[in-house]
């Protein structure tokens, strides 16, 4: 698997990197958080907009931005509207989800944008290939809040976002049983070993699945997601303790 360097963080090497998640609903609450992470240690910022009051609006998305990037300064920025579809807060048309990640990658304001796999082939590629243009990585993701799919599934949906050309694929499931969480770490291992050429991202979701992300060092996930306020997804643990954890798993291998 190769690795991948967004400003100075390296992705697929070491110790799982920290993303944290901003979900402010007014660009006060937005950047107010943002001015906590200045002691927080993390890798990765993820603004999600779909929290954000005038998300509709491109010209207070890019002003929002502005000032992300004035505080957050050298730490790569995640853009991401998740979609109802997949567990986020609000619902949007696909032309408009287009030309939003299109746009914001425009700005040269963001490192990475997120873009929902199942959005349709031609949508998703249409954005890829905007955000490679203008220096912008794409993380194509799935989210899905109802089940655990067999690992083979995964594996089909996570090799389908690196076919389409995404930076980084990533998935997200949700655990019924344990074997549930087995199954997402086993489909993690096979993609890793077997098919990928980019560094992934997997996870179980809610307290069931919280080993998974502890564990990518181990199993070939190559960042996890901590909260530092309000988490944006079930399962997501307090920063400080995460960082605990893939220490203590990091010294051991």
């Not at 906590?36 to 954000?52: A, N, Q, S």
Request: glycine share 6%; with cysteine.
């Amino acid at each position: 698997m190769n690795t991948l360097k967004i400003r100075n963080v390296v992705l697929g090497e070491g110790k799982p990197k920290i993303c944290v998640p901003i979900v402010g609903i007014t660009k006060e609450e937005i950047i107010e958080q943002a001015k906590t992470l200045k002691e927080v240690i993390l890798d990765v910022v993820e603004w999600r907009v779909d929290w954000f009051e005038g998300v509709f609006e491109l010209d207070k998305v890019k002003d929002v931005l502005g000032d992300l990037r004035k505080e957050l300064k050298e730490l790569p920025i995640l853009f991401t509207f998740r979609t109802s579809n997949e567990g986020g807060e609000k619902s949007i048309e696909v032309k408009e989800y287009v030309n939003l990640n299109k746009e914001v990658a425009s700005t040269g304001l963001v490192d990475l944008v997120d873009v929902e796999v199942f959005t349709g082939d031609d949508e998703v590629k249409e954005i890829i290939e905007w955000a490679h243009k203008s220096n912008v990585k794409v993380v194509a993701s799935n989210h899905d809040f109802d089940k655990t799919p067999s690992k083979g599934d995964i594996v089909s949906r996570l090799r389908k976002m690196q076919d389409l050309g995404a930076d980084i694929p990533k998935i997200a499931v949700m655990p019924k049983c344990k074997l549930d969480v087995l199954e997402l770490l086993e489909a993690t291992v096979i993609m890793n070993e077997q098919h990928a050429t980019r560094p992934i991202i997997t996870m179980s979701m809610a307290g069931q699945g919280l080993i998974s992300r502890l564990c990518g060092e181990v199993f070939g996930s190559c960042l996890t997601f901590g909260a530092v306020a309000k988490a944006s997804a079930p399962g997501q643990i307090n920063v400080e303790e995460l960082n605990k954890v893939l220490n203590i798993i990091n010294k051991s291998l």
